[in-house]
């Protein structure tokens, strides 16, 4: 059986001329990756390089703490992580809302490791306020555990209404 589940919280503090003090907690467990619970606390600061009506774009940097948790007999690992961000939103382009999210994270305290993730989610208005959906979700980790995947995607489809 495989299973997933990714969750975050974020903060910002917009500042003067577009730039912008970002915090956030995320939550993954993995089956693909063996990942029990990784939790990674991270800070940093962005630009927002785009902002009108239907276009946000923005750049973020900074560091975080990488807590994670294996299935089986592996150790836990902690790192410290450098990452590097963007989020590109396209919104009521006509029906069509379009979100694209990437970062990158460069361990400090592991030499050869780096990860990456990234979700693109596309969603089209139907009438009477339904609408559909799809999106891609992709996570890489070039040192995985022992008998791990490197490797997690998950492809969603779905139909929804909304108030």
Do not use: C
């Not at 993995?30 to 774009?57: D, T």
């Not at 299935?71 to 009521?92: H, K, M, P, Q």
């Not at 694209?100 to 400090?108: W, Y």
């Amino acid at each position: 059986r495989i299973y997933r589940w990714e969750q975050q919280i974020e903060f910002a503090l917009f500042l003067p001329k577009n730039w912008f003090v970002h915090s956030e907690l995320g939550f993954l467990t993995s089956s693909e990756q063996k990942i029990e619970a990784r939790f990674v606390p991270r800070v940093g600061v962005g630009k927002i390089l785009i902002r009108f009506n239907e276009i946000n774009w923005t750049i973020t940097g900074g560091g975080n703490m990488n807590f994670e948790r294996y299935t089986g007999n592996s150790e836990d690992r902690r790192t410290v992580e450098a990452f590097l961000g963007t989020d590109f939103n396209l919104i009521d382009i006509g029906d069509f809302n379009l979100s694209n999210r990437n970062s990158m994270f460069k361990s400090v305290t592991e030499a050869d490791r780096w990860r990456f993730d990234t979700a693109i989610d596309l969603r089209y208005k139907l009438p009477l306020n339904l609408y559909v959906s799809t999106g891609f979700t992709y996570n890489y980790d070039s040192s995985p555990i022992v008998g791990a995947d490197g490797n997690d995607y998950v492809l969603r489809v779905g139909v929804g209404w909304e108030l």
